[in-house]
């Protein structure tokens, strides 16, 4: 059974970056393919953005060109750098092995104005 763990969220001004990672244990994420989504306050859980197997990826497009997945096959580890962050990404974001449905506990983002 795959446990995921994810970390890097914190508090950052609007225009700031954040790095988050999420690792992954009790089997080889290098199979899969992962995900971020994330939930903001009082909102439905969203895509953010996958990576697959060999390495390609997709972003939701409220994220296009500020966010980049990445993925470390040797590190068990998907990582979703966050750059030009606005107040409206805050939320909390989970990793997910879409294929085993397995959900991190999720990590919180805050960015202020």
């Known amino acids: 059974q795959v446990q995921l763990v994810e970390s890097g969220g914190g508090l950052v001004q609007a225009g700031g970056s954040l790095r988050l990672s999420c690792v992954g244990s009790?089997?080889?994420?290098?199979?899969?393919?992962l995900d971020w989504f994330r939930q903001a306050p009082g909102k439905e859980r969203e895509f953010v953005a996958t990576?697959?197997?060999?390495?390609?990826?997709d972003y939701a497009d409220s994220v296009k060109g500020r966010f980049t997945i990445s993925r470390d096959n040797a590190k068990n580890t998907v990582f979703l750098q966050m750059n030009s962050l606005k107040p409206e990404d805050t939320a909390v974001y989970y990793c997910?092995?879409?294929?085993?449905?397995?959900w991190g506990q999720g990590t919180l983002v805050t960015v202020s104005s």
């Open positions: 990576i697959s197997w060999s390495g390609s990826t």
């Open positions: 997910h092995v879409r294929i085993l449905d397995a």
């Open positions: 009790g089997t080889t994420l290098s199979p899969y393919r």
